[in-house]
């Protein structure tokens, strides 16, 4: 058959949707993105970055308190041990899951579209992480006494128990935390040379050359990057499942209803690319049109990503109906009370609002007129954001809440300390971000330079 070219209205043309926007060239690619960086400061920085500091303020403020009075100013009670600690904790770190699968999985896969994305949404990852990690050493009220928790001889003969999840949370997080800092710093060292080479004051330049560590561009250097970054995206992959599958374990391994589940190990690991995909369309919305980075970050590139987090969204609904199956299934009169109870008991607002936001508003990304909507994208995804930490709500509190015996059953709401903590790791997380994006390139630079229509035909060429 003759090679006749695809008409627009060919499917096959359709499917082969520029995900960078023609007419550029490597020095196009390089000048705009470094521009981000090396002009001059745009005004609403500021304003943004005051705004995150302010939220900042707000965190330092409440840890101040909870260093000083301990943590009876949080909500936590007998039976609600565990509150907004242990659930702003697993949706920090599912917010940091996309990350990872766009660097490592969608890397090893070789997908080019997520060389727009891949650089912010690692950033992502790790300011995620940071937020999370706050938690566990918040919850301490006095970690200045962390020594209690390690594996010393003391008089009190207090051990940690390595059977429990905790403690293997506790490695977990800390080596997808060490993985994630490795794979965001290594992708950066040629953008770092690149902007060392373009600086325009000589301590900016040292800056950026020491960050460099003496990278230039040589035939040694690329394949050493290369290898380095395939090792860690092979490292990286299985940590994609284990961290958030070892976080499921918190609550799985107990005998308590509600949370004695072998579906939580799945549903927690969709949930936590669920949730990480809407964070990273929640970012790079403002993103690419304060920047005016629509020719990088395309429409091709937030259809993708709709339909990414359309596809875990129905994993998660699927996860909410086997959860309900196995509790009616079980012919356990606690587990099927359990049920009721988040159905039709006092928090039946959070467990409606969790599907409203995880269900419903998800079903809109069918439509390819709603994916092709940058407004409604960003609305469905800020639903997601919420509808996420309302699962971890109910997860958390409506399983403890109400216990065995009614003479244990108890109330719990956060109080003004609890949401301060909460509003506070928010500003921490957007001031790292603003940090990030007025000094690193949000883009990786060379990497859309290798995705430009000459370098493809070159490296064809070349084979």
Known sequence: MANVPFSDDDPRTRLKSPIVAPGHTPATVTDKISTVITAETPKWWFLGAAAAFGLLSIFLLSVGMLFYKGVGIWGINNPVYWGFAIINFVWWIGIGHAGTLISAILLLLRQNWRNSINRFAEAMT????????????????????????????????????????????????????????????VGLIPDLAT????????????????????????????????????????LATPLVVSVHTVVSFDFATSQLPGWHTTIFPPYFVAGAVFAGFAMVITLALPLRYLFNLQDFITDTHMDLMGKVMLATGLIVVYGYAIEIFIGWYS????????????????????YIALFVCNFVAVQF???????????????????????????????????????????????????????????????????????????????????????????????????
């Open 126 to 185: 790790i300011f995620a992480v940071a937020c999370a990690g706050m938690f566990p050493l918040l919850h301490l009220g006095r970690p200045w006494r962390f020594y209690y928790l390690l594996p010393i001889p003391n008089t009190f003969e207090l051990w940690p128990q390595f059977r429990s999840p905790l403690i293997w949370d506790v490695f977990a997080v800390t080596t997808y935390a060490l993985v994630s800092i490795l794979f965001w710093y």
């Open 195 to 234: 902007l060392r080479d373009r600086a325009k004051n000589k301590f900016a330049a040292s800056i950026y050359g020491i960050l460099a560590a003496g990278w230039r561009g040589s035939t040694k250097h690329w394949h050493q990057y290369e290898v380095a970054s395939m090792l860690l995206a092979g």
């Open 331 to 350: 012919g356990s009169p606690y587990e099927r009370y359990m049920l009721l109870n988040r159905m039709t008991g006092p928090y039946q607002a959070s």
């Open 365 to 463: 990304l069918w439509s390819k007129r709603v994916r092709s909507s940058m407004l409604a994208l960003f609305i469905v995804s800020m639903f997601v954001n919420v509808g996420m930490w309302l699962e971890r709500f109910v997860i958390v509190v409506t399983s403890l809440h109400r216990d065995f015996m009614p003479s244990s059953w108890g109330m719990y709401q956060g109080t003004i300390w609890d949401w301060s903590t909460f509003v506070g790791t928010i500003g921490l997380f957007l001031t790292l971000m603003f940090l990030f994006i007025r000094f690193l390139p949000m883009i990786s630079i060379f990497e859309m330079r290798m995705i430009l229509p000459e370098a493809s035909k070159a490296k064809k060429e070349k084979h």
